[in-house]
T-cell receptor
Framework: GQQLNQSPQSMFIQEGEDVSMNCTSS?????WLWYKQEPGEGPVLLIA?????ELTSNGRLTAQFGITRKDSFLNISASIPSDVGIYFC???????????FGKGTKLSVIP | DSGVTQTPKHLITATGQRVTLRCSPR?????VYWYQQSLDQGLQFLIQ???????AKGNILERFSAQQFPDLHSELNLSSLELGDSALYFC????????????FGQGTRLTVV
């Protein structure tokens, strides 16, 4: 089955720093999604990407759909304490109804 | 608030028992998806229903079953429960058949003792 490798697994950063995380796959995806999950909550969709090369922003968050269609990146600029949580990438292959999720990047922000 | 409602929020039950988890999708959404989230496996897709019919199956055990009713709410039935079934179970919904912008509920935390 399709697998996504998400890295890093966890990050500890100082408030105000920029953050980068990425997701890679051995197969092509037609859609990339980035979610954030906070404790006791379900994943919340942050950004959806539908075209190779697409760069989309949502406030301080920017995500890119890799040209090869096998990877995606999420950047968070000027991190703040409320950015804490687990960030998941997810991909949807051609004709697939199933999202494949990465294992998540746990972000901790030190004030 | 995503608009997806899951009940109950927490469930503790014994091995061998059967439980039913309930999901009400966002108003207007026709697809319902069920996911299992465990510490070691991450988020795993179980099954999808669209407008009352099963649309796609993932890694769902034979002991588990689901259905979507005419009012579009869905139930996930878990039977002959084992300790390893302890996990967070999420329901998500979307308008169409592709899970491109699904909204997740808050989940049901199932603990099997």
């Amino acid at each position: 089955g399709q697998q996504l490798n998400q890295s890093p697994q966890s990050m500890f950063i100082q408030e105000g720093e920029d953050v980068s995380m990425n997701c890679t796959s051995s197969s092509i995806f037609n859609t990339w999604l980035w979610y954030k999950q906070e404790p006791g909550e379900g994943p919340v969709l942050l950004i959806a990407l539908y075209k190779a090369g697409e760069l989309t922003s949502n406030g301080r968050l920017t995500a890119q759909f890799g040209i090869t269609r096998k990877d995606s990146f999420l950047n968070i600029s000027a991190s703040i304490p409320s950015d804490v949580g687990i960030y998941f990438c997810a991909g949807l292959g051609a004709g697939s109804y199933q999202l494949t999720f990465g294992k998540g990047t746990k972000l901790s922000v030190i004030p | 608030d995503s608009g997806v409602t899951q009940t109950p929020k927490h469930l503790i039950t014994a091995t061998g028992q059967r439980v039913t988890l309930r999901c009400s999708p966002r108003s207007g959404d026709l697809s319902v998806y069920w996911y299992q989230q465990s510490l070691d496996q991450g988020l795993q897709f179980l099954i999808q229903y669209y407008n009352g019919e099963e649309r796609a199956k993932g890694n769902i055990l034979e002991r588990f079953s689901a259905q979507q009713f005419p009012d579009l709410h869905s139930e996930l039935n878990l039977s002959s429960l084992e300790l390893g079934d302890s996990a967070l179970y999420f329901c998500a919904s979307s308008f169409g058949t592709f899970n491109t912008e699904a909204f997740f509920g808050q989940g049901t935390r199932l603990t099997v003792v």
